[in-house]
């Protein structure tokens, strides 16, 4: 019961401490990249190691900023460490012009032609011209893509952060 109450209190805390990370006014530029025929919208904060963070089916690239705000209260030089890229999913939020095919995951290999989101995000990391391993966190679906991305590009990947995914 005694390490209940002290999660429950850390949980309490985190949360308040969230509420107020409104307040920190992180610095991101909104960017349009057009990959594969559609244009992904994203955010792009810091510049330092990047870390690309995936949304979850029902969401979009809005819900990662109150963790980067929190991030940033904790640690103001972090932007420096590394630079966070938030995409909006290929038919999610901002990103236009992706058609239904778009929504598989993994690549169809009896339809080579056909997109999916993890071609996509290749594609898309490719357009940034990123060089160095990326870190990717994901949520709920998010999750998913980047594990199905790492079995494809494991040499492009340096961290994964699971964030409530299946």
Same mark, same amino acid.
Request: hydrophobic share 40%; net charge neutral; with cysteine.
């Given at each position: 019961?005694?390490?209940?109450?002290?999660?429950?209190?850390?949980?309490? $805390? *985190?949360?308040?401490?969230?509420? @107020?990370? !409104? @307040?920190?006014?992180?610095?991101? *530029?909104? /960017?349009?990249?057009?990959?594969? $025929? #559609? &244009?992904?919208? @994203?955010?792009?904060?810091?510049?330092? %190691?990047?870390?690309?963070?995936?949304?979850?089916?029902?969401? $979009?690239?809005?819900?990662? +900023?109150? +963790?980067?705000?929190?991030?940033?209260?904790? !640690?103001?030089?972090?932007?420096?460490?590394?630079?966070?890229?938030?995409? %909006?999913?290929?038919?999610?939020?901002?990103?236009?012009?992706?058609?239904?095919?778009?929504?598989?995951?993994?690549? &169809?290999? =009896?339809?080579?032609?056909?997109? $999916?989101?993890?071609?996509?995000?290749?594609?898309?990391?490719? /357009?940034? %011209?990123? /060089?160095?391993?990326?870190?990717?966190?994901?949520?709920?679906?998010?999750?998913?893509?980047?594990?199905?991305?790492?079995?494809?590009?494991?040499?492009?990947?340096? =961290? +994964?952060? @699971?964030? #409530?995914?299946?």
């Amino acid at each position: 019961m005694k390490l209940f109450f002290k999660y429950f209190f850390i949980l309490i $805390n *985190l949360c308040c401490t969230l509420s @107020y990370s !409104n @307040y920190i006014n992180a610095e991101y *530029l909104e /960017k349009t990249i057009s990959v594969d $025929n #559609g &244009d992904i919208k @994203y955010y792009q904060i810091g510049t330092g %190691d990047p870390v690309l963070m995936l949304h979850g089916m029902f969401a $979009n690239k809005e819900q990662w +900023l109150d +963790l980067v705000k929190y991030l940033i209260m904790i !640690n103001p030089n972090i932007t420096k460490e590394f630079q966070f890229i938030i995409p %909006d999913l290929a038919g999610y939020g901002g990103s236009t012009n992706y058609p239904i095919k778009v929504y598989k995951l993994d690549v &169809d290999y =009896s339809n080579k032609n056909s997109l $999916n989101k993890v071609e996509i995000i290749h594609d898309f990391i490719e /357009k940034l %011209d990123i /060089k160095s391993q990326i870190n990717i966190a994901g949520n709920s679906m998010g999750g998913l893509i980047m594990t199905l991305y790492t079995m494809h590009y494991p040499k492009q990947v340096k =961290s +994964l952060a @699971y964030i #409530g995914s299946p």
